[in-house]
């Protein structure tokens, strides 16, 4: 099943790639759609720089989880402790993640299928996994 859904995580963002140029503009009009207050989080990005910079990193860093996992459990634990710093409390991390698969979702319409639906929703929860347990010393393997 990991193999098969790194191939369902990543066909997920091609098809999305193949039908629309850019995501960051959904990603973040659907975040702030149904999460008013965030926006208010990005008050000092006024040329969007930081959105767009921030989602390129969020979905390589998807994309590594889903797969061979080579830095993104650590990285995820970090940017928990240093979004501290912008005011972002650890639950909204779920929420971004959750409002990247409703876009893709959204994208890819009638291509969304129960295979991408179940990929999406066990990644999430292995996601959440690693922003509720920051302290790396709790999630090294043995
Ligand atoms: C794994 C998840 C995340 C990653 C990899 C990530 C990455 C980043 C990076 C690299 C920056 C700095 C960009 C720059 O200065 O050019 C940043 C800033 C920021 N991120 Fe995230 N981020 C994540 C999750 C979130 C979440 C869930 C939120 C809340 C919606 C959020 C809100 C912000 C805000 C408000 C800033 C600062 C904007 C500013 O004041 O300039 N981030 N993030």
Known sequence: MPDQREALITES???AADLCEDLTPLVYAR????????ELLFW???NHQVKGEM???????VLDFAG???YAATMIQCEVITHEGYD???????????TVRDTLRGVLAERWTPALD????SLLIELDFYVTHPDQSQTIPA
């Open 68 to 70: 061979e996992r080579l």
């Open 118 to 121: 179940q990929a999406w929703a």
């Open 31 to 38: 975040l702030f759609r149904e999460h008013p207050d965030m």
């Open 55 to 61: 989602l390129s990193r969020v979905i390589s860093a």
């Open 88 to 98: 972002v409390p650890p639950d909204v991390f779920a929420v971004f993640f959750g």
């Open 44 to 46: 000092r990005d006024k």
């Open 13 to 15: 963002f091609e098809i």
